[in-house]
């Protein structure tokens, strides 16, 4: 079993920055995808971004805005979102797969308003 903690959401301004966190209670391997998806109301839940084995990739919607980082050390993935727009309002989910099984985190809301 995996517990995921996440923490960083909030409210923000059009163009302000977000730094989400979410730290696993459990060594993660780094073949093993850890990732963030989204949901907005009304909307399907989808990939933002994903890292494993030091490869990233990310929906096209937020190339050059957000990056995602790991530290293995820590069992904890960052997602650090810029340019922030009002469209991407949405719960933010950690998310990791370890083999067949994937393992999610409560979500935390992210308002991009001003």
């Known amino acids: 079993q995996v517990q995921l903690v996440e923490s960083g959401g909030g409210l923000v301004q059009p163009g302000g920055s977000l730094r989400l966190s979410c730290a696993a209670s459990?060594?993660?391997?780094?073949?093993?995808?850890m990732g963030w998806y989204r949901q907005a109301p009304g909307k399907q839940r989808e990939l933002v971004a994903v890292?494993?084995?030091?490869?990233?990739t990310y929906v096209d919607s937020v190339k050059g805005r957000f990056t995602i980082s790991r530290d293995n050390g820590k069992n904890t993935v960052y997602l650090q979102m810029n340019s922030l727009k009002p469209e991407d309002t949405a719960v933010y989910y950690c998310?990791?797969?370890?083999?067949?099984?994937?393992?999610w985190g409560q979500g935390t809301q992210v308002t991009v308003s001003s």
């Open positions: 459990r060594n993660i391997f780094s073949i093993y995808p």
């Open positions: 890292t494993s084995s030091g490869s990233t």
């Open positions: 998310n990791v797969r370890v083999r067949s099984t994937e393992y």
